[in-house]
C-alpha cells in the first residue's frame, strides 16, 4: 500500500529499545520487511553513532525520514555538529525524503518549554537559523 513504518533509534538516556542508527539497521533487516525502513535524528545520532555521514551512508536507501537539530538539540550551527558532512552523506546516498526540522528550546526539559507561550517565537529563530544553514552546506557540497 506504499506505507512505511520507519524505526526511529532514540539515545540510551530516553529509550532502551533501539538507540543507534547499526541497531536501527539491524531491526529493519531482522523485521525483513520491504514496508519497514529507518528514521535517523542527528540529536540522537550525536549521542550514539561515533560517525553520522557513516551512519547514513550505511542505511542508504532505507532512510526515509531525518530529524535535523544540534548536539545541544537547538537550531544548526549553536552545536557542534558537522551538517557540512550531513548534507555531503544525503547527497551521496540520493536522499529524496523529509529533513524535519526538530529544534528545541535550552532548558532542563524542552518538550514542555516548546509548548509554552514565552518559547514560540524562538520557533521562527530556529527555523530561519536552520534553513539557512542547510542551504548554504547544501550548496557548498
Request: hydrophobic fraction near 45%.
Amino acid at each position: 500500500m506504499g506505507v512505511f513504518f520507519a524505526i526511529e533509534p532514540i539515545n540510551r538516556y530516553e529509550s532502551f529499545l533501539v538507540n543507534s542508527a547499526e541497531q536501527g539497521l539491524r531491526f529493519v533487516a531482522e523485521v525483513g520487511s520491504k514496508a519497514v525502513k529507518l528514521h535517523l535524528d542527528t540529536f540522537h545520532m550525536n549521542i550514539e553513532d561515533k560517525d553520522l555521514p557513516g551512519a547514513i551512508r550505511r542505511a542508504g536507501d532505507l532512510l526515509v525520514n531525518f530529524h535535523i537539530a544540534d548536539s545541544n538539540r537547538e537550531a544548526v550551527g549553536r552545536g557542534h555538529t558537522d551538517f557540512r558532512a550531513i548534507v555531503k552523506a544525503l547527497k551521496d546516498i540520493d536522499y529524496k525524503w523529509t529533513l524535519a526540522l526538530e529544534p528545541l528550546p535550552p532548558v532542563p526539559d524542552p518538550y514542555i518549554a516548546a509548548r509554552l507561550k514565552r518559547y514560540a517565537p524562538l520557533r521562527d529563530v530556529y527555523a530561519e537559523e536552520c534553513i539557512t544553514a542547510l542551504r548554504r552546506y547544501e550548496k557548498e557540497v
